[in-house]
C-alpha cells in the first residue's frame, strides 16, 4: 500500500486508463519516476505527480507499468558504515566497566569485501556454487563471469575469522574443484548492493529494529503493518530512528530486469598514485555531471585495498557501449591500470540497478569542497530528511 495515499499500487486496480502518452512524454515521465523512487520509494502517488509534472493516474498506471517491466523490487539502502555506532551503544549500554573492558572490538560493525574465484580445471555448477554459499550469512552477491575469474562475490562480514570460515567452507563444499580465491576489503563505496535478510539478523540492535528492517526488505513500499508486539507508533517511531540515525540512508528501489541489462566490472589498480591524487575529482566531476537518464549506467563502485585500486561494475546495452565506458574512464588519464570482466549470470542476490541521486554521496561532498560542485545547505539536507522521515502507516 502507498504511504499517505487511498491509491494503492495494484497490477488488478481496476483504475481507468486515460488516452496513452506519446512515446516522449512517457519516457521522461517513466525516467522522473524511477528517479524519485530511488531517492525515497515510500513517497506517496500525490508526491511523485507534483515532482514529475503528471497527473496522479498517469503516475499509478506508468508506475504500475515499471514495476511489471524492470521487475522492480523496494528495499532499504543499508548504511553498513554507521552501523557500528548503533551496536556499539545498544551493546554497551547496560555493560560494567570490566565487560567493557572485555570487549572484542571486532564483533562490532561489519566490513565489506569484493572476491573473484577462478576455477582451475573443470567448473562447478550453478547449483554445486548455490550450495556452498547458501549457509552463510557473508555473500550478498554471487555471480559467474567471462573472463580471468569465473566468479565474483560481494561479501559483508564482521571480521576476517568470519571470512575463513566462510572461505574454508566454500573450499571444502567445492572440494572436487580446484581454484583461486582473491579477497580484498572495501575502503569506500558508492552505490550499493541488496542486503539479504541473513545478514540483517546480524545486526546487533534491539529485536524490532531488525524485524523492521527485514520487513522494508521484503517490500518498502508496502504495507508496515502492525504486529510483533509493536503498534502504528512504534513502527512510525522505528522507521524515523533508523532515518534519522543514519542505518537507513532511504528506502530505495532496483531493477532486475533493467533496460541495458549488459553488465560488466572494471577493476582497476592505482599504477601512479601522484597523477591520480591530481586528476581523481575529473572521474567524480563525471559522474555528477550526467544526466539523469545515464545514472543508471553504475551499479556499484569501491575503493579497495591490496593492492590500491577500486573496482567499477557498470550496466550497458551491449558490450560495444560497456567498452565505451571503460574508454571514457581511460580519457580521464587517472593513473591506472585496469582489466574487465563481464557478468553473465546471477547465482544469489542481485545488482543494484537503479537510477539515484548523488548529492548526498561521499563523492559529491569531495567536490563541493573544492568547490566544482555547489554546496548543498544544511537546510535542504535536513529538509529532505525530515520529509523521508514522515511515514503512514
Keep these: 500500500?502507498?504511504?499517505g495515499d487511498t491509491m494503492t499500487t495494484s497490477?488488478?486496480?481496476?483504475?481507468?486508463?486515460?488516452?496513452?502518452l506519446n512515446k516522449d512524454s512517457k519516457e521522461r515521465i517513466s525516467n522522473a519516476i524511477l528517479r524519485e523512487l530511488s531517492m525515497d520509494a515510500r513517497q506517496s502517488l500525490s508526491s511523485i505527480a507534483d515532482k514529475v509534472s503528471a497527473s496522479k493516474t498517469t503516475v499509478f498506471n506508468e508506475l504500475n507499468a515499471l514495476i511489471e517491466q524492470k521487475e522492480i523490487r523496494f528495499v532499504p539502502e543499508i548504511n553498513?558504515?554507521?552501523l557500528w555506532r548503533h551496536e556499539m551503544l545498544y551493546t554497551t549500554k547496560w555493560m560494567q566497566k570490566r565487560e567493557f573492558r572485555q570487549l572484542d572490538i571486532h564483533q562490532i560493525g561489519f566490513t565489506e569485501y569484493i572476491c573473484f574465484v577462478k576455477f582451475l580445471g573443470k567448473k562447478p555448477s550453478?547449483?554445486?556454487?548455490?550450495?556452498?554459499?547458501a549457509n552463510s550469512y557473508v555473500p550478498q552477491n554471487v555471480s559467474a563471469l567471462y573472463g580471468r575469474?569465473?566468479?565474483?562475490?560481494?561479501?559483508?562480514?564482521?571480521?576476517?575469522?568470519?571470512?575463513?570460515v566462510f572461505v574454508n567452507?566454500?573450499?571444502k563444499v567445492l572440494s572436487g574443484y580446484k581454484m583461486l580465491v582473491r579477497i580484498r576489503p572495501i575502503r569506500k563505496s558508492l552505490g550499493f548492493f541488496p542486503l539479504r535478510n541473513e545478514l540483517i539478523m546480524q545486526f546487533k540492535l534491539p529485536e524490532k529494529y531488525k524485524k523492521l528492517l527485514i520487513t522494508l526488505n521484503e517490500d518498502a513500499r508496502g504495507q508496515l503493518s502492525s504486529g510483533?508486539?509493536?503498534?502504528?507508533?512504534?513502527?512510525?517511531?522505528i522507521y524515523k530512528t533508523l532515518l534519522e540515525y543514519g542505518i537507513v540512508s532511504r528506502t530505495t528501489m532496483y531493477m532486475r530486469n533493467p533496460d541495458n541489462d549488459f553488465a560488466g566490472i572494471i577493476s582497476y589498480s592505482i599504477i601512479d598514485h601522484q597523477q591520480f591524487q591530481k586528476n581523481k575529482y575529473k572521474w567524480f566531476?563525471?559522474?555528477?555531471?550526467?544526466?539523469?537518464?545515464?545514472?543508471?549506467?553504475y551499479t556499484f563502485m569501491a575503493d579497495v585495498h591490496e593492492p590500491y585500486g577500486g573496482i567499477i561494475i557498470a550496466n550497458a546495452r551491449n558490450a560495444a557501449c560497456f567498452d565505451g565506458i571503460k574508454k571514457s574512464i581511460e580519457n580521464l588519464r587517472l593513473g591506472i591500470e585496469m582489466e574487465s570482466l563481464i557478468l553473465s549470470r546471477p547465482i544469489l542476490g542481485d545488482l543494484g540497478v537503479r537510477n539515484f541521486d548523488l548529492r548526498y554521496s561521499n563523492q559529491y561532498g569531495m567536490l563541493a569542497t573544492e568547490g566544482i560542485v555547489p554546496k548543498l545547505s544544511k537546510e535542504e539536507y535536513a529538509k529532505d530528511r525530515a520529509r523521508q522521515a514522515y511515514i503512514e502507516i
Design 228 to 237: 510483533e508486539g509493536m503498534d502504528k507508533n512504534t513502527i512510525a517511531y
Design 149 to 164: 575469474y569465473d566468479l565474483f562475490m560481494y561479501l559483508v562480514a564482521r571480521d576476517h575469522a568470519d571470512i575463513n
Design 80 to 82: 553498513l558504515d554507521e
Design 285 to 297: 566531476e563525471h559522474l555528477v555531471k550526467m544526466d539523469s537518464n545515464k545514472l543508471g549506467t
Design 11 to 20: 497490477h488488478n486496480s481496476a483504475t481507468p486508463r486515460k488516452a496513452p
Design 169 to 171: 567452507s566454500f573450499h
Design 126 to 133: 550453478d547449483a554445486e556454487i548455490s550450495k556452498a554459499v
Design 1 to 3: 500500500m502507498l504511504t
